[in-house]
């Protein structure tokens, strides 16, 4: 053992060796460089980790949970963290979504998207009279919700309310939740996460009393996690891995967890028939490969290109911190049932993501972050799950400072990474200023426009609903072949020009 505990040592120095002049911009150092060192410290280090752990108790005091009352302040530290995004407005597909959303179209928008649950709330909120910034502020409190939430899900595996606290401020400030969070069409991935949390909160249930009313919670919360995103079809498999952290199997949990899946197994594969073919792509090794990869890859550096660019240090001192904690948790002795639920934390990261494996990707620039917004929370836990119990004074001193560092530059993240959406939103106006005052474009009025901007350093812009948001300015799109004015967008002039004729 000592053997192994000096090799997963050397793999953890190795790891941050090549972390280091990877984030440092040296080019001999390629990402799968790192991803290859990686997974040689994870698999030695899991092993290490089970071969030594004790079979005494964790010890220690358990976390008495936050009340309700909480709920208020971890919405307004979210409206703090978040006021920038406020008044963003609608970008991408929000424009075809809100419009279908104010005439009650709720049901499917496609074959792969029937999200009825957050439309329904977009359909309350438009019509009586709410608008763009009312969706975001609804984004902001689901946001806040779901951290204050993430206390009580750690509670009974939390030595303290310090701990708690700990992991609800790494679900708040975790950088790469903007784009969900930011961006009013990330309100499927918040809501989803929500009452997958809260699914498992109700189970917990079962282990003290089980009651009719509590059987029908259990059911309607997991129900409108599916009917709020697709993702949320994973909430019977986070119920198990929660049974099996806290070591309780309750037999009429069981047998409703066992329905759950069921059901949902059924409705998964309903969907997986009739999806397109990249959703339906096989699941090779190397398909499998990237997801893992990429899911715990973008977890430990949540961070934008620009921002690695910019400011390197926040990378590498974020790694650093993770593989330090890691490699200390690894390498001192600890009770099995810590071990066990760090392992189910650690699962929790995969499963949040295991809906998308056949399209999972998060870019350098964050696009696609919103689909490690379920993961964030198992993420949050796991880091916490490692420290919390700790009996040697020091090494849990280290594990502190740790979770406090990253809350810190997740704050600074989350600040960094609203910009590119305000300037997405700032290139939206010029759009739309530019169609209100351009005299031909008014003067023809059903026009064709190319070259419309995709998106801003990753934040959407017009991917989507170009032609409902130049129905504000006036103008109805169709497509080149049925207009008999067209115009393409210049974006070094920021203004519209006539058959590409240069304005």
């Known amino acids: 053992m000592w053997v192994a505990r000096a090799a997963t040592l050397l793999l953890a120095v190795r790891l941050l060796y090549l972390s280091v002049k990877y984030f440092a911009g040296v ?118 919700t779901v951290a204050f939430l993430t206390t009580r899900l750690i509670a009974p595996i939390a030595s303290s309310r310090t701990m708690t606290i700990a992991a609800g401020v790494l679900a708040l400030t975790f950088p790469a939740s903007v784009e969900a969070v930011t961006w009013s069409s990330g309100v499927f991935d918040v809501t989803a996460t929500l009452w997958c949390i809260g699914t498992v909160l109700v189970s917990r249930r079962y282990a003290l009393r089980v009651r009719r009313l509590d059987r029908i919670a259990f059911f309607a919360c997991a129900l409108m996690a599916l009917l709020c995103k697709e993702t949320g079809a994973v909430a019977p498999i986070l119920v198990l891995l929660d049974m099996w952290a806290l070591g309780r199997a309750p037999r009429h949990l069981v047998v409703d967890t066992g329905i759950l899946l069921g059901v949902f197994g059924l409705v998964g594969g309903a969907r997986i028939m009739t999806a397109s073919s990249v959703v339906r792509r096989p699941i090779t090794k190397y398909v499998a490969q990237r997801w893992v990869f990429g899911t715990v890859a973008a977890l430990v550096v949540p961070w934008h290109t620009d921002v690695i660019h910019s400011l390197r240090w926040l990378p590498i001192v974020g790694s650093v911190a993770i593989v330090v904690l890691t490699t200390v948790f690894v390498l001192t002795s600890a009770s099995s049932i810590r071990v066990t639920r760090a392992l189910a934390a650690a699962v929790w990261l995969l499963v949040g993501t295991l809906p998308t494996i056949s399209f999972f990707f998060v870019a350098a620039d ?38 406090a560092l990253w809350g810190a530059i997740g704050v600074a993240g989350v600040h960094l990474h609203q910009q590119p959406w305000r300037e997405a939103a700032a290139m939206r106006n010029a759009v739309q200023d530019a169609a209100r005052n351009n005299r031909a474009m008014q003067v023809c009025g059903v026009v064709a426009v190319t070259r419309l901007p995709d998106s801003v350093r990753g934040a959407y812009v017009f991917r989507n609903g170009a032609g409902v948001a130049l129905a504000d300015a006036g103008l109805t799109v169709v497509p080149a072949s049925a207009a008999s004015c067209s115009f393409t967008w210049n974006e070094d002039r920021l203004a519209f020009a006539a058959n590409g004729v240069t304005p």
């Open 27 to 144: 080019q001999a150092v390629m990402r799968f460089h790192v991803e290859s060192a990686a997974t040689a410290f994870l698999i030695v280090g899991i092993v290490v980790r089970l071969l030594t752990s004790t079979t005494e108790s964790s010890g220690g005091a358990v976390a008495r949970p936050f009340s309700v009352w909480a709920w208020i302040l971890w919405c307004t530290a979210a409206m703090v963290l978040y006021w920038p995004s406020l008044r963003i407005g609608l970008l991408s597909d929000d424009f075809v979504l809100a419009d279908r959303a104010v005439h009650w179209q709720i049901g499917a928008v496609h074959r792969e998207l029937f999200r009825p649950v957050p439309l329904a709330l977009w359909a309350l909120i438009l019509r009586i009279g709410g608008g763009a910034l009312s969706l975001h502020l609804l984004n902001i409190i689901a946001h806040g």
């Open 366 to 403: 964050l696009e696609g972050s919103r689909y490690l917004y379920l993961p964030a929370i198992g993420y949050a836990v796991l880091l916490v799950v490692m420290v919390s119990h700790e009996q040697r004074q020091a090494v849990r001193k280290m594990g502190v400072t740790v979770i």
